[in-house]
């Protein structure tokens, strides 16, 4: 790695404390940005608008996702602003390079019934995991975390008395989050049944402190998490991909749905703006109608 990018990822992680994830997307898209200079013969300190324009055409070349692109231009902009205020260089090529607009998609959300259908499975002996499995999807849907979230969850985090966790989110941000009684019950039999057999046979300097662990007793990953679910979705004959972020969504769906106010779901989502969680939570068409059938004096009138 060149060390005009480790310098701006050191600011990252040690400055601005972005997660690890986040350093690698900055990570991947400045290779790529470092890789296209190389083949120009450019030099990263010598490029102006009209070079930074000609990358973004580029990209649009290859037929990337709006949502890759305005990221990628983003990581550069932000890459470029670091050294500016820095003193290193006068000005951020990219400051005026604009991106297509993305459209706002939402994740689809899942049907309560259709989560029972997964948390509803038996416990067979012979797949005591699944113990743990359960206790995943509880946490995502009943506390409405970040796939991240979960799997840094550490013991320390957890007051199984009080059913509350505290929460490391984005830029290291402290909040405490509530669990579910079922949730508590199901996380409970996993640390006490499960997690323990699974560092049973570990000496102290493999053993590790976090809740969430895969079969061999190491700390689970967000692509293990991934692939829990989506094994667990196939097993209980749910038709389609179940992924953490859609767990997240639905928890935050149905408080919505539920009468809950907008400040307390960010709060719980640990979303730094009001204005995230507006784009982040959309209002039934149900509650809709049932808010303006309560409100409007003319709604109900018979015609």
Not at 23 to 33: A, C, G
Not at 68 to 75: C, M
Not at 88 to 100: D, G, S, Y
Not at 162 to 185: A, E, M, S
């Amino acid at each position: 790695m060149n060390q005009p990018i480790q310098q701006f990822l050191d600011y990252l992680t040690n400055t601005r404390q972005f997660s690890s994830q986040t350093v690698k997307s900055y990570q991947h898209d400045l290779e790529i940005y470092f890789r296209y200079l190389f083949k120009q013969s450019w030099l990263f300190d010598r490029v102006q608008l009209k070079d930074a324009r000609a990358f973004l055409a580029n990209q649009v070349q290859q037929d990337l996702n709006p949502k890759t692109l305005k990221r990628r231009v983003a990581t550069l902009k932000h890459f470029y602003q670091f050294y500016v205020d820095e003193g290193l260089l006068t000005i951020n090529p990219f400051a005026l390079v604009r991106t297509p607009k993305v459209a706002k998609t939402l994740p689809t959300t899942v049907d309560e019934p259709q989560v029972q259908q997964v948390l509803n499975r038996p416990i067979e002996e012979a797949s005591r995991l699944l113990m743990r499995d359960l206790a995943l999807v509880e946490l995502l849907y009943g506390s409405g975390l970040r796939a991240s979230e979960v799997v840094n969850l550490t013991m320390q985090d957890v007051n199984m008395p009080q059913r509350i966790l505290r929460i490391l989110g984005k830029g290291n941000k402290q909040r405490l989050v509530p669990i579910t009684k079922p949730c508590q019950q199901t996380l409970s039999l996993y640390l006490k049944d499960v997690r323990s057999m699974l560092i049973k046979d570990l000496d102290a300097s493999q053993l590790s402190n976090h809740v969430f662990l895969n079969q061999h007793g190491r700390k689970l990953t967000v692509r293990g998490l991934e692939y829990i679910l989506s094994q667990l979705a196939k097993r209980s004959g749910i038709a389609f991909h179940l992924h953490p972020h859609q767990l997240r969504h639905t928890f935050a769906t149905q408080l919505l749905d539920n009468g809950a106010d907008l400040r307390t779901i960010q709060e719980l989502l640990g979303h730094a703006t009001i204005n995230t969680t507006q784009i982040y939570t959309h209002v039934s068409k149900e509650a809709l109608q049932k808010e303006y059938r309560a409100a409007h004096p003319r709604a109900l009138k018979k015609k």
